[in-house]
C-alpha cells in the first residue's frame, strides 16, 4: 500500500487551494489620484418639473357630475341647517343666510378639492386653489356667525 502524500512529502496537491493574500496595491489600480478629485463641484441643476398636462374631456365631464351631486347634497344639509337654526329660536331672515353661507362655503371648498383630484398638476396651484378654499373658509366662518343672532 502506497500512503497517501503530504504537504511535507514535497509533492503539489491538486486540490483547492486558497490565494495568498497581497499586500502590494494592484497595478490596475490608478496609484494616484485624479486631477479632479481636489477640484470644485459643479452642479446643474436639474430637469424641470413636468409640464401641466392637459384635462381629458372625460375627467371633466366626470368632475362636472360628481361637483352637481355633491351641490345637491349640500342644498339638503344647507335646508337642514335652516330648520336646525328655527328650531333654535334664531329669526327665520338670520338662519336663511347662516343656511346660504353654509352652502356656499362647502361648495368653493369642494370645487377646489374636485378639481385638485382631476388634474393636481394643473390646478393645485395658490392661483386656483388659494381663492377657492379661502373664501370657502370665510363662508363656513360668517355661517356660524351669523347664525348665533
Same mark, same amino acid.
Given at each position: 500500500?502506497?500512503?497517501?502524500?503530504t504537504p511535507?512529502s514535497?509533492?503539489?496537491?491538486?486540490?483547492?487551494? +486558497?490565494?495568498?493574500?497581497?499586500?502590494? =496595491?494592484?497595478?490596475? +489600480?490608478?496609484?494616484?489620484? =485624479?486631477?479632479?478629485?481636489?477640484g470644485? !463641484?459643479?452642479?446643474v441643476?436639474?430637469?424641470? =418639473?413636468?409640464? @401641466?398636462?392637459?384635462?381629458?374631456?372625460?375627467?371633466?365631464? #366626470?368632475?362636472?357630475?360628481?361637483?352637481?351631486? +355633491?351641490?345637491? !347634497?349640500?342644498?339638503?344639509?344647507?335646508?337642514?341647517y335652516?330648520?336646525h337654526?328655527?328650531?333654535?329660536?334664531v329669526?327665520?331672515?338670520?338662519?336663511?343666510s347662516?343656511?346660504?353661507?353654509?352652502?356656499?362655503? $362647502?361648495?368653493?371648498?369642494?370645487?377646489?378639492?374636485? +378639481?385638485? #383630484? #382631476?388634474n393636481?398638476?394643473?390646478? $393645485?396651484?395658490?392661483?386656483v386653489?388659494? =381663492?377657492l !378654499? @379661502?373664501?370657502?373658509?370665510?363662508?363656513?366662518?360668517?355661517?356660524?356667525? !351669523?347664525?348665533?343672532?
Amino acid at each position: 500500500m502506497q500512503a497517501s502524500p503530504t504537504p511535507s512529502s514535497g509533492q503539489a496537491d491538486p486540490g483547492f487551494k +486558497l490565494p495568498e493574500e497581497k499586500n502590494a =496595491p494592484d497595478a490596475a +489600480l490608478p496609484q494616484t489620484t =485624479p486631477h479632479t478629485a481636489g477640484g470644485p !463641484v459643479e452642479v446643474v441643476p436639474g430637469p424641470l =418639473p413636468p409640464a @401641466a398636462t392637459d384635462t381629458s374631456d372625460r375627467d371633466l365631464a #366626470i368632475g362636472a357630475g360628481v361637483f352637481l351631486v +355633491l351641490l345637491v !347634497v349640500y342644498f339638503f344639509v344647507r335646508n337642514a341647517y335652516v330648520h336646525h337654526m328655527v328650531v333654535r329660536r334664531v329669526s327665520p331672515s338670520s338662519a336663511g343666510s347662516a343656511g346660504w353661507l353654509l352652502f356656499v362655503g $362647502l361648495a368653493f371648498l369642494s370645487a377646489a378639492a374636485v +378639481l385638485a #383630484i #382631476i388634474n393636481a398638476s394643473r390646478y $393645485l396651484t395658490w392661483a386656483v386653489t388659494g =381663492p377657492l !378654499v @379661502a373664501v370657502g373658509l370665510v363662508t363656513l366662518v360668517a355661517a356660524l356667525f !351669523v347664525g348665533r343672532r
